[in-house]
């Protein structure tokens, strides 16, 4: 432990490490928020709460059968198709599927659904009375299960992440729990956030399903770096933020 704490190549591991954590960890916060926003004003810190906290439990949990999880990624079965041949020769997608490639696929199937209906409810709302009973039918244990569900994916992510970064299982617990922190200290601010500007909730759903097709895409092999995800989702976010802006100039948002 004392090696590791002396070593600058562990601090850098760390740093990049808890930078990658974080980048994940906003996904995780994003859908977070936009599950809880259905429930009652007075459930939705405790649902925050416990939905992060779920988190930070299933990445160290996850951390501590490593070795069953690098498992994940040897393929289960072969479909034996080799499909259309790519610009090379190859095929355009993998054919062998792991647990880790069908927990990405089943996860992004249901990311995918989620933000739609999403927005689906936004661009044509029903009238108060059924929108009402439509909040009300969100009940907090239907929240907590939809955010357990997608917190089982985007942990299993994180520790695959974490696995290819660094062999030293107490750098990985370290970044986790930063991580995690910080997750909870944005919570209420992201929220608030997010409440208070209508618009910011389609493009969050929008980046939910962008998220969703990417863990599809992944889970076929078909791998989207993610450095041009998060700058388009950079991009967007200033564009929004500029539009805001011009709104609050005008008097009109």
């Not at 498992?71 to 034996?80: I, K, Q, S």
């Not at 610009?87 to 062998?96: N, R």
């Not at 791998?223 to 967007?236: E, L, R």
């Given at each position: 432990?004392?090696?590791?704490?002396?070593s600058?190549?562990?601090?850098?591991?760390?740093?990049?490490?808890?930078?990658?954590?974080?980048?994940l960890?906003?996904?995780?916060?994003?859908?977070i928020?936009i599950v809880?926003?259905k429930?009652?004003?007075?459930r939705?810190?405790?649902?925050?709460?416990?939905?992060?906290?779920?988190?930070?439990?299933?990445?160290?949990?996850?951390?501590?059968?490593?070795?069953?999880?690098?498992?994940?990624?040897?393929?289960?079965?072969?479909?034996?198709?080799?499909?259309e041949p790519?610009?090379?020769?190859?095929?355009?997608?993998?054919?062998?599927?792991?647990?880790?490639?069908?927990?990405?696929?089943?996860?992004?199937?249901?990311?995918?659904?989620?933000?739609?209906?999403?927005?689906?409810?936004?661009?044509?709302?029903?009238?108060?009375h059924e929108?009402?009973?439509?909040?009300?039918?969100?009940?907090?244990g239907?929240?907590?299960?939809?955010?357990?569900?997608?917190?089982?994916?985007?942990?299993?992510d994180?520790?695959?992440?974490?696995?290819?970064?660094?062999?030293?299982?107490?750098?990985?617990?370290?970044?986790?729990?930063?991580?995690?922190?910080?997750?909870?200290?944005?919570a209420?601010p992201?929220?608030?956030?997010?409440?208070?500007?209508?618009?910011?909730?389609?493009?969050?759903?929008?980046?939910?399903?962008?998220?969703?097709?990417?863990?599809?895409?992944?889970?076929?092999?078909?791998?989207v770096?993610?450095?041009?995800?998060?700058?388009?989702m950079?991009?967007?976010?200033?564009v929004e933020?500029?539009?805001?802006?011009t709104?609050?100039?005008?008097?009109?948002?």
């Amino acid at each position: 432990m004392l090696d590791l704490l002396l070593s600058p190549d562990a601090w850098a591991a760390f740093l990049a490490l808890v930078t990658m954590e974080i980048v994940l960890g906003i996904d995780n916060l994003i859908f977070i928020s936009i599950v809880t926003s259905k429930l009652p004003e007075a459930r939705r810190r405790p649902a925050q709460q416990i939905g992060i906290g779920l988190a930070l439990v299933l990445r160290l949990g996850l951390l501590s059968v490593i070795a069953w999880i690098v498992g994940l990624t040897a393929p289960v079965f072969d479909l034996g198709i080799t499909g259309e041949p790519g610009k090379y020769g190859e095929p355009v997608f993998e054919t062998a599927f792991s647990w880790r490639d069908l927990i990405l696929i089943g996860g992004g199937l249901f990311l995918v659904w989620k933000a739609t209906t999403e927005i689906h409810d936004k661009v044509q709302p029903g009238s108060g009375h059924e929108a009402r009973i439509k909040t009300v039918s969100m009940g907090f244990g239907a929240a907590l299960v939809q955010i357990i569900l997608l917190d089982m994916v985007f942990s299993i992510d994180s520790i695959l992440t974490a696995v290819g970064m660094t062999d030293h299982l107490p750098i990985m617990v370290a970044a986790v729990v930063v991580a995690v922190g910080v997750m909870f200290l944005a919570a209420d601010p992201v929220t608030r956030f997010v409440s208070a500007n209508p618009t910011v909730i389609m493009l969050a759903l929008a980046f939910l399903l962008m998220i969703g097709m990417v863990l599809i895409a992944d889970g076929f092999g078909v791998h989207v770096p993610k450095g041009y995800i998060y700058a388009a989702m950079a991009f967007a976010a200033f564009v929004e933020a500029l539009n805001m802006l011009t709104r609050r100039r005008r008097g009109t948002g």
